[in-house]
């Protein structure tokens, strides 16, 4: 079968363009949006991600702010620094970015996001609303996945979509909006006795689980759309020098998957422009209620 894979990086390109018409447009209303992320910690991976998404913000126009904060720093720092934006006018959405130094209850900080600045679709209104069916906020990576497979020409609609991984940042939120969608979704995880046979009934899968190359062509059914979530470093013992691998064995699902995204090159790259579009979108709101 002739495997075709979804490029997240032209997709990601198209929708910063598409964005670039509404920063527009807000700008001649007088509002520059902005985004703000806060950082605790040194993670070396976080700082590139971080870095990234402040590049993407000023390619489009958008105003980004970086709040970098100590591994140190007490959850009442963070917690302080967060309300700090929740009241700052030039501050339209708000990111923290993840993981927090241990000491910090992750919790404590999401939940102190206003809701309508939730850029990350983390607070629990947002998850709220999102588990009702009237999305404000939809988390970044699993929209992104919708976008790819909405761009691929796939209805999810009466198909069984099979996610693995059940994190509140992406396999739960991908289980709503593929249920949204109308698809009949099973949910997998640590706990799933023989996940091979929930894998092999996917006419999608989506792979979140933080594992490289787990999911491999055997778990795969001929013709399915594979998406792949995961972005793992490899050690460099194996000889592949820390270069990045997904939770889906590329090459043994090449040939057997209709579909198949990349890493990198996949939802990476579609998970910021959707950060930059709800950024956008808090923006827009801002000023319809002004
Ligand atoms: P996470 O919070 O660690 O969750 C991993 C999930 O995988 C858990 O639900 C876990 O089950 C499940 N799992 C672990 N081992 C399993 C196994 N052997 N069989 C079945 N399920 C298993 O991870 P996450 O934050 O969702 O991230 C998942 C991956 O996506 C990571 O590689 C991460 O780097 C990547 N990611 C990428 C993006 C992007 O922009 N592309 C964004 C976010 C995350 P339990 O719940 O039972 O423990």
Known sequence: MDTKIIDGTSLARAVRAGLRSRVEALRS?????????????????????????GRACTEVGLHSEQHDLPAQATEAQV????????????IHAILVQLPLPAHIRVERVLHAIAPEKDADGFHPFNVGLLATGHPAFVPCTPAGVMRMIESAGIAPEGRHAVIVGRSNIVGKPMAMLLLQANATVTLCHSKTRDLGEMTRQADILVAAIGRARFLTGDMVKPGAVVIDVGINRLPDTQGQGGKLAGDVDFQSVLGRASHLTPVPGGVGPMTIAMLLENTVLAAERSLKQA
């Open 79 to 90: 917690l302080e620094r967060v309300r700090l934006l929740n009241g700052d006018p030039r």
């Open 29 to 53: 209303a007088g509002v520059v949006p902005g985004l703000a992320v806060v950082l605790a910690g040194d993670d070396p991976a976080s700082r590139v991600y971080v870095r990234n998404k």
